[in-house]
């Protein structure tokens, strides 16, 4: 891994953000290509769902949609440490993701002025889960509760089809779907996937979608930026990435396993250490490159802990090493250190924080209860992770009787007459006419 010494500097923040290790990814340049395979499936519906499958996946699915009975099959095929595992985390993540529906309030203004915010979910939602270099049936949970917690009525996902299974979708994603209630699955993949979702295809009998969630390649992302308008996204998902703050009381090994698991997942993948210890980061970086020689995915994850976007980073302080964490924005920030809670006190911009020694992504990933659908790239300085917020909608109803009405008339038609809308100010003195 690279070192970034700033020991001796004190950069500003947006100097940071100049400094902060970034993988080289152009999501504009793989428009041209997404776009192509949108208007493919527009034109052509399940046609050029087939054709992209064969050509981009390897394989001609028999069917794009998924028959229920399949989804059923997996459900009884999954192995019972798997099924487990997966109930456990959507209890655990549908407890937590409770926590995030708001209640409707009532504001009075005055009497008979009252304004009532509340959430209504959106109706249907299209969620992506990829194939690629991992199963992710853990995508499934993280997408499908929060949207069910929200109260969406109709939810369709897509998985892109599997060589290894005659082109349908990976059996342990048709179980964990299955586990969820969802039958309305579909086998399409990549930026020809997000098209179907967003626009429908009729002789799939494949509805438009409100929203579209889930992560995907560079091709799902630019996908997803060109559908936005026609339908709502969550995130233009990039490659994972975790940053640790860490100071002389962490475990070096600890450390280097968790930055080994987010490597774990792409060559792209970024694993950041922070750290105010030039001791505990030569104990790091010894670690790292004893246990990446041996994991299952040793060429990946040599990959990204060499690639531009991993780092060891020299700091002065803990405050310091805050103020990077800040300029970079993290999709996983853990903090390790003497005492967490006051590093927690200073922190901005994160997707999620994992406080301590036993607080690792992984927990996150699967069984914490949170979501591990995150903002990458550093825009976790502006957006939030998944959740039922995701799937709601804020809505303002307002209910002024007439006395209310005309306590505030004459001021109404002040201020349209101001801004030269007098047509505005008449509609509510229309109301006191004697007619």
């Known amino acids: 891994m690279q070192t970034i010494d700033l020991r001796d500097v004190t950069p500003s923040r947006s100097e940071l953000a100049r400094l902060v290790p970034r993988a080289a990814l152009d999501v504009s340049a793989a428009s041209a290509i997404a776009a192509g395979l949108i208007d493919d499936v527009r034109a052509r519906g399940e046609g050029a769902l087939l054709d992209q499958a064969e050509r981009l996946d390897g394989v001609r699915p028999e069917h794009i949609r998924i028959h229920a009975d399949e989804v059923s099959r997996a459900v009884r095929s999954l192995e019972p440490r798997v099924r487990e595992a997966l109930e456990s985390a959507i209890d655990r993540v549908r407890e937590a993701t409770r926590a995030q529906v708001p209640e409707s309030t009532v504001t009075t203004l005055g009497p008979g ?21 991992a199963v992710y049936p853990s995508s499934v949970v993280m997408n499908v509760v929060p949207a069910q917690i929200a109260g969406v009525a109709s939810v369709a996902l897509a998985s892109p089809a599997q060589k290894a299974f005659d082109g349908s979708v990976h059996p342990t994603i048709l179980g964990a779907a299955g586990l969820l209630g969802i039958n309305e699955v579909y086998a399409m993949g990549g930026a020809g996937a997000i098209g179907a979702l967003a626009y429908g295809v009729p002789d799939l009998s494949l509805d438009p979608v409100d929203i579209i969630t889930g992560p995907g390649n560079v091709y799902v992302a630019a996908a997803k930026r060109l559908v936005r308008g026609a339908t709502g996204i969550d995130a233009e998902a990039g490659p994972t990435e975790i940053l640790v703050i860490a100071d002389a009381t962490a475990d070096p090994y600890l450390v280097a396993t968790d930055l080994i698991s987010q490597a774990e997942h792409d060559e792209l993948a970024a694993s950041v250490l922070v750290t105010d210890s030039p001791e505990l980061a030569i104990a790091v970086a010894s670690e790292v490159e004893r246990l990446a020689a041996t994991t299952a995915h040793s060429e990946r994850v040599t990959a990204a802990l060499r690639g531009e976007q991993s780092a060891i980073v020299l700091v002065n302080d803990l405050t310091q090493a805050v103020a990077f964490s800040n300029a970079y924005g993290p999709e996983h920030l853990e903090v390790q250190t003497a005492d967490p809670g006051a590093v927690l006190d200073l922190i901005e911009s994160a997707g999620a924080i994992f406080l301590g020694p036993n607080s690792p992504v992984s927990l996150g990933d699967y069984l914490a209860g949170s979501n591990h659908v995150l903002p990458t790239g550093g825009q976790s300085r502006f957006a939030s992770g ?11 109803v307002i209910n002024y009787d007439r006395g209310a009405l005309e306590s505030v008339c004459d001021r109404i038609v002040t201020l349209s007459t101001a ?3 007098p047509a505005h100010g008449g509609a509510v003195t229309a109301r006191f006419e004697d007619r």
């Open 419 to 421: 801004e030269d809308l």
């Open 113 to 133: 002025a009252h304004i009532v915010q509340r959430w209504r979910p959106v109706n249907r939602v299209g969620l992506y889960v990829p194939g690629g270099k």
């Open 386 to 396: 998944l959740g039922a917020y995701t799937f709601l909608r804020p809505q303002q």
